[in-house]
């Protein structure tokens, strides 16, 4: 407890202060034009104006913050139908890749992975079709593409990208230019821990619940040569729980 009590503040301290501008709402405008101080402007949608206008309760002239991987962040006016930029707040940047492969699960709770995921860096989330996948969990997957959770996380997080939501594929046709780590084995001493092995941008798959099934393994080693398997820890997780550890696990090595 002492200890982790010592990291914490260490943690806080290596934040610092925030400054007023990190205090302001963030709004995910996809923008593919270069962005000019006091000349370019945003149109709302509805839902973009109901959430500034009344969840937000913004006013005509109040401030807020624009982004898109493309133009970085900028500085806003609101101006009930639309945005006007300002003054850029940061530059854009590409971030590290980190790769989920993940079996649907429960509507709900695919939902949270998602948001999540995205929370925890993932820069692209690749659903996966296993023995174990139940057709429901397939059939409540969102649309391939942009998805309102992935949204609403990358806006709360402060990243600046918007990770998409690919196509399920099954378990042949995992495929992927990174290193995969495959979290499927128990802390029995014999696979390696994934914090043990991580030395770089990576994927990860986790199974559905119940697990994935050596018939599930084969193909993934098939599809993917060189896949390591690789435990979490002791503990038995739920799917989404297990996605959010191992992405926190791989992220925290690549920092």
Request: glycine letters at 6%; one cysteine or more; a positive charge.
């Amino acid at each position: 407890m002492h200890r982790a009590l010592i990291i914490l503040l260490q943690t806080a301290a290596a934040w610092g202060p925030r400054d007023k501008a990190t205090k302001l709402p963030r709004l995910w405008l996809p923008t593919a034009a270069p962005v000019i101080a006091g000349e370019t402007t945003w149109p709302l949608d509805a839902a973009q104006r109901r959430k500034l206008g009344k969840v937000l309760r913004l006013r005509r002239g109040d401030a807020l913050r624009v982004f898109d991987s493309g133009v970085g962040e900028w500085l806003a006016s609101y101006e009930e139908d639309c945005v006007i930029a300002k003054e850029r707040t940061r530059a854009p940047a590409t971030a590290t890749p980190l790769e989920l492969f993940f079996a649907p699960i429960k509507k709900k709770r695919t939902s949270l992975l998602i948001e999540k995921a995205v929370e925890l860096g993932a820069t692209s989330l690749r659903p996966v079709r296993t023995q174990r996948t139940e057709r429901a969990s397939i059939q409540a997957l969102p649309a391939p593409g942009v998805t309102t959770a992935a949204i609403a996380a990358a806006e709360q997080s402060e990243r600046l990208d918007v990770p998409l939501l690919d196509a399920i594929v099954a378990t042949d046709a995992v495929k992927t230019d990174l290193p995969l780590y495959v979290c499927a084995a128990r802390a029995d001493g014999k696979a390696p821990h994934l914090l043990d092995v991580v030395t770089g941008p990576c994927a990860v798959l986790v199974g559905p619940e119940g697990g994935l099934t050596d018939d599930d393994l084969a193909a993934i080693s098939a599809a993917k040569p060189g896949a390591v398997a690789v435990t979490l820890g002791p503990a038995v997780l739920r799917a989404e729980t297990a996605a959010c550890v191992a992405l926190a696990f791989a992220g925290g090595a690549l920092r």
